[in-house]
Structures are given as structure tokens and as C-alpha cells.
């Protein structure tokens, strides 16, 4: 699977944050790094900067390593996929939380409450507040947002930034079970309402300067979707600048792509990766109906754009 | 499927409402008849009632049959399985409906718009109260209500009536995809919040005079349920008895489980089937995983209650 999903990100983006909710969480430098390694091995022209996941371990791994800033992302206990050695109460973490204030690190967080799944995301929106109150030098990415709840909150907290997914803009609850039942657009956060996915459209086409994109592309295999208890997570890696390109141009946008999809998210993180340069052409092609045992999103569909072969 | 279906309603049941969505809509009166002789052959001790599909051949189809009373059945085009047939504009059955009313016909209606997925009941309540008020001896049958909106209406007008599955007396959108995802619970109308849960519920327990039982059990085949494009419904029909059985008897109501099942809907109906005794005893037994290639709701799971054998 980790070929499959290197081998089509690299063929896209220069670098990716890469999520560590695997089945053994991403939760030492150690395995950070292996993971790291792991993924450079399959391809040398892609940088992954790897999250750390966070729990009880956090504060110590990152007091061992006082010399590099690291990415750490927060997951409520159980709120997706392998998220259920997650954060219980955010309240034994103020002394982490101070710290990576302190040093610069960055706080990755999928908002999501325990509570009805159509509005645990809106009933996070004042812990995000709260955290970003109490700790105003943390920078805060509010993972893949899906309410016009979060859209809003954007500009309240200088120190709250959002990454937005592709899935996100294009569907809605609708797509996923309006017409028949679609478990390939099942994802979490849930896609919402056409209120909430305009509001998410507005600040992608502005480009807005705290809002990068993030593509949340979770691969699982068909089986593990198609059946009686399918997992969430949409796989969208070999569509993601195709659809983006489109749906750009067809909003008069495109000129704003660019900063979306990398100069905003490099200069919030403060990275500089190297160069690369990806050519989209605006040729016809059929999305894959199966890339290595997984479905994507838009399987079989056609697309108006593609990426150009190198 | 058919035998399947009726076997188990027989076995609990003296009689039920037949729905006439299947691909080929029961649209005319010897569709009808040819419905519940077939109906009828696979059980003796089973009376089924079958719905006349609306389209523009129903107003014909009754006109030729003036010595009997007809239930009909209104699909909103599309919102529901077999459904692209059924009613684009309501103005058009004026005539129909003020016949209807004459007549002393029932009206059932699938009562959801075409608008997004979660509000689509809601957005029929301004529809339903104006039928209701425009006939105001028709009595119009809100099949299957999934919202609090809906349960408030029932009293507004003295000719709504409704029925209210098991499902949506159990089960909440987060059963669906609050977790994993599960197509076996998926269905039209969408299972809505805990609120709209606990306003049915109230109207069930209390056997509502108003208020009936309608299981909407809908069977689909294994792969139209656990594949990329679900069917909507829900298989509950092995389940049925039992678990109204545990539901009431949890919430101190079990008393007035008859009214809810049979007693309402006959005297709504102004029916008098054959008596038939069905006992429930508490022993658990498990669901099986499934029938004549169908899962069922709860498929696998232990329930405290069972129908006794004859």
C-alpha cells in the first residue's frame, strides 16, 4: 500500500505531510524517522515530513530532540481511523502544549468531538479556540475542515490555520448517501452540507493565506469498503491535481492553484523543499478502477485533465 | 425474494400495507390483484394490502372500480428505490385527490422533496399540511416519519396520520456512519438525530391514536448492499416483533405494543383481518447473518426476545 500511495504522491507534490495514524501509531522520533526512511526509499524525489502522533509519549520524545521542530497531531480519542489511542482529555497536556509553544513546533489536529457525527466538528470550534487563545505563539492546523463553522473561525485567531482536501470541495453529504449509498466517499470528517463545502470553496479559490491544501488521502483496500462495516477514509492521491486543476479553472481561479496547493503550506510551515516542476494538460483521462487492490475516488469516471508523463 | 419476504411477515403478522415500488411499479388495478393473489399463494394465513402506485393512470384505474376503496401511494419522482415514475408535480392530481377524498381512498405518501439528503422530510412538511388542509376528509398517511418535525405535525391536522418503523425508533444517523459505515442500515428517509429519535419514540410508546407501526422492511441482495452504490433500505422483517418486544418492554410500554402493531392501523384502515395469535417469549436467539441471500438488520446479533414456534 505504501508503494502505491508514494509512488502516486511523488509523482505529484514535492512533499507531503504524512499522517501517523497507522494501525501502530507514529508515536516516537524512532519510528518517525524508520517511517521516514521507509517512504525515501521509495522514491528519492519526494520529501515526507512525517507527524508525530500524539499521547502520553509526546512530551519526552520531544525533549530528546531540543535541536529540530517537529509536526505533532492531535487526535480525540477515537474519533477516525486508528485514532483510538488518541487524546482523552486535552486538560493533561497544557505542560506539552507549552512547550511546543515555546520551541516552535506545530500542533496538527483533527477537530472532531465525540458527540452526533454531523456536528462534532462545529462542537470543536471553541476547544480550538481555547487552545489557541491559551497558547498564542502555537500554530494550529485545523486538519481537512468541513463546516462553514470552521471557515469562519479562521480569521478570529491569528495563530489557527486550516488545511482543506480535495473531497471536500467537490462533494457533499449528498454524493456520499443522497441517491444511493457511496462508501468511497465516506471519510471523516463527514462531507456536509452545499452551505458548508461554498464556504470551504470561497477560502481555497481566494487562496487564503492560512489555508493549505491537504489531500487526507486514506488508502483502504475494496473490501475493507465494500462490506457490511466500511472504514473511513476516501483515496484520492491519483486525482488530486487533475480535479484540483478543474475545478479551479471552471471557478476562474487557477491563477490562485499554485499558492492552495504548496507556497502557502511552505511558508506556514516554513519549509523549503526543492523545486519541482508538474506539467497538467488538459487531456481526457479514465480514472483507475483499482490502483493496487484500492478503489479511488472517481473510479472509472473521466477526468479533463491529466498529468503530463515526464 | 418474495417467499422469503412473506414467510416472515406471515409468521408475525395478519396482515400488512404491500408498497408497490418494485422495478415494475403496481400501477394498475390488475397489477394489484395479480400482486396479492401471488401474495396470497405463498401464505394462506396472511392478508396483504396492496398500494396502487401513483402516476397518471391512477385516476382510470379507480374510476373503473367505484365499488371498492383503494390505497394509494405517493412517490415524489425519485426519492426512493424504484421511484423515477412516481410524482413530478402535485398539481396535476388535483382531480385524483379530490376523487380520493369522495371516494373515502387512502392516501400514503412518501413525504420527501428532492432538496438535501438530511432535510428533505422537513422540507415536505409545508406539503403535507396543505394536502391536508386542501382534502380535508382524505386521510393522508405519513409514511415512515424520521424527524421531530413531522411528529409535531401530527397533531396540527385532524386527517395525518403516520406510521413509524423499527429502525428509526432504534437507530440514529451515527449507527449508519458515526463510526464505520454500515449499508445494511442505510435507507430512505436517512436514520436523523437522537432528538428526532426520542420524538418518535414518544409518539410509539404512548400508541398514539394516529400513530402505526409500518416496518418498511425492504430486502435487497448481499451485493446491492456491500458494494460501491448501495441500494437504500432495511431488511428487518426477521426482527421485527422481537425487538419492538425489547424496545417496549425497556421503556415500561410494553402494554401498549398491540395498540402501535395492529390495533391503530385496523381501525385507521377500518380493517377487521382474521385474529391470529402470535407469542413472543424471552429467549434470546441470534439473527442469522442471512436470509435467501438477504442480510437482515442485526444480522448476527443476540436478541432477548423470539416468536414462539406454533
Given at each position: 500500500?505504501?508503494?502505491?500511495?508514494?509512488?502516486?504522491?511523488a509523482q505529484m507534490f514535492a512533499g507531503a505531510v504524512?499522517?501517523?495514524?497507522l494501525s501502530a501509531p507514529i508515536d516516537t522520533f524512532e519510528a518517525m524517522e524508520r517511517y521516514r526512511t521507509q517512504i525515501q526509499a521509495l522514491s528519492r524525489d519526494f520529501e515526507p515530513i512525517v507527524a508525530l502522533f500524539?499521547?502520553?509519549?509526546?512530551?519526552?520524545?520531544?525533549?530528546?530532540?531540543?535541536?529540530?521542530?517537529?509536526?505533532?497531531?492531535?487526535?480525540?480519542?477515537?474519533?477516525?481511523?486508528?485514532?483510538?489511542?488518541?487524546?482523552?482529555?486535552?486538560d493533561e497536556y497544557g505542560a506539552l502544549f507549552g512547550l511546543m509553544e515555546e520551541r516552535g513546533d506545530?500542533?496538527?489536529?483533527?477537530?472532531?468531538?465525540?458527540?452526533?457525527?454531523?456536528?462534532?466538528?462545529?462542537e470543536f470550534a471553541p476547544i480550538y479556540e481555547r487552545l489557541a487563545k491559551t497558547y498564542p505563539k502555537l500554530k494550529i492546523v485545523m486538519e481537512h475542515i468541513s463546516t462553514e463553522v470552521l471557515a469562519n473561525l479562521l480569521d478570529k485567531r491569528k495563530n489557527l490555520y486550516a488545511t482543506i482536501t480535495l473531497h471536500h470541495l467537490l462533494f457533499t453529504l449528498d454524493d456520499l448517501l443522497g441517491g444511493r449509498l457511496n462508501p468511497h466517499l465516506f471519510c471523516k470528517p463527514i462531507v456536509k452540507t452545499a452551505a458548508d463545502r461554498a464556504a470551504l470553496r470561497r477560502l481555497a479559490f481566494s487562496a487564503h493565506?492560512?489555508?493549505?491544501?491537504?489531500?487526507?488521502?486514506?488508502?483502504?483496500?475494496?473490501?475493507?469498503?465494500?462490506?457490511?462495516?466500511?472504514?473511513?477514509?476516501?483515496f484520492s492521491a491519483p486525482v488530486l491535481l487533475p480535479e484540483l486543476t478543474r475545478l479551479f479553472v471552471e471557478h476562474?481561479?487557477?491563477?490562485?492553484?499554485?499558492?492552495?496547493?504548496?507556497?502557502?503550506?511552505?511558508?506556514?510551515?516554513?519549509?523549503?523543499?526543492?523545486?519541482?516542476?508538474?506539467t497538467i494538460e488538459d487531456v481526457p483521462q479514465t480514472v483507475?478502477?483499482?490502483?493496487?487492490?484500492i478503489v479511488p475516488m472517481l473510479a472509472g469516471e473521466l477526468l479533463a485533465y491529466r498529468v503530463a508523463e515526464d
Open positions: 500500500m505504501l508503494k502505491t500511495t508514494t509512488r502516486l504522491a504524512v499522517m501517523p495514524n500524539l499521547n502520553e509519549k509526546t512530551e519526552g520524545e520531544i525533549k530528546k530532540h531540543a535541536d529540530r521542530a517537529f509536526v505533532v497531531k492531535l487526535y480525540p480519542s477515537g474519533v477516525t481511523t486508528n485514532a483510538f489511542g488518541g487524546v482523552v482529555s486535552l506545530m500542533l496538527l489536529v483533527h477537530g472532531e468531538t465525540n458527540g452526533e457525527a454531523l456536528v462534532r466538528e462545529e493565506e492560512k489555508v493549505m491544501f491537504g489531500s487526507d488521502s486514506a488508502p483502504h483496500y475494496r473490501g475493507d469498503k465494500e462490506c457490511a462495516s466500511a472504514a473511513a477514509g476516501i476562474s481561479s487557477v491563477e490562485r492553484l499554485q499558492c492552495f496547493v504548496s507556497q502557502n503550506a511552505q511558508r506556514v510551515y516554513n519549509l523549503s523543499l526543492p523545486q519541482k516542476k508538474v483507475e478502477i483499482e490502483c493496487g487492490g
